[in-house]
């Protein structure tokens, strides 16, 4: 947790948050996932790694899941996770097409909204080429209105159980 932390104020626009998600945040942002279909999951700023452990646990022996992680000493611990479906790759998610050419689903833990409006939009058409279902938390709705004109339909799911409270978001196209 303090490896987080000492992140966040190093780099607090980028980490968007003070302390890790929380299991309970993991286990929603999993639940929308058909894990049966989904043979290539792609992860956006998976930090130390609590959505990716869940997706792990839930996912289908031959699927692939590909942590797309820019902060170089998150990328080392995550490669400490030893699962051959796991492919940890320091990479930007506004070249995200570069990296990845298909995913059956996109799950992120960006701060979106931290991100500046040209960004943002970048980062969801780069989502939008690749995947027909996303998956994005964020601590407040506020990055709603750049979502509905990537993705206009979405369901909303509330966790109180995270510090702070956040909303998972469900989209498809």
């Not at 040209?118 to 027909?132: F, M, N, P, S």
């Amino acid at each position: 947790m303090w490896h987080f932390i000492s992140q966040f104020f190093k780099s607090p626009l980028q980490t968007g948050a003070v302390l890790p998600s929380s299991p309970l945040l993991a286990k929603a942002m999993a639940k929308s996932i058909n894990f049966k279909k989904a043979k290539v999951i792609v992860e956006l700023g998976p930090g130390t790694g609590v959505i990716t452990k869940e997706l792990l646990a839930r996912m289908q022996k031959d699927a692939r899941l590909i942590a797309v992680e820019i902060n170089r000493k998150f990328c080392k611990g995550l490669k400490a996770i030893k699962d051959p479906r796991l492919k940890v790759v320091k990479g930007d998610a506004r070249s995200l097409s570069r990296i990845v050419r298909q995913a059956d689903v996109v799950v992120s833990g960006l701060p979106l909204v931290s991100f500046g409006e040209k960004d943002h939009h970048k980062v969801l058409g780069e989502i939008k080429k690749i995947a027909k279902h996303y998956v994005q938390f964020h601590y407040s709705p506020l990055g709603e209105a750049q979502l509905k004109q990537h993705f206009p339909k979405f369901k909303r799911a509330f966790v109180v159980a995270n510090v702070p409270p956040a909303i998972v978001y469900s989209a498809k196209r």
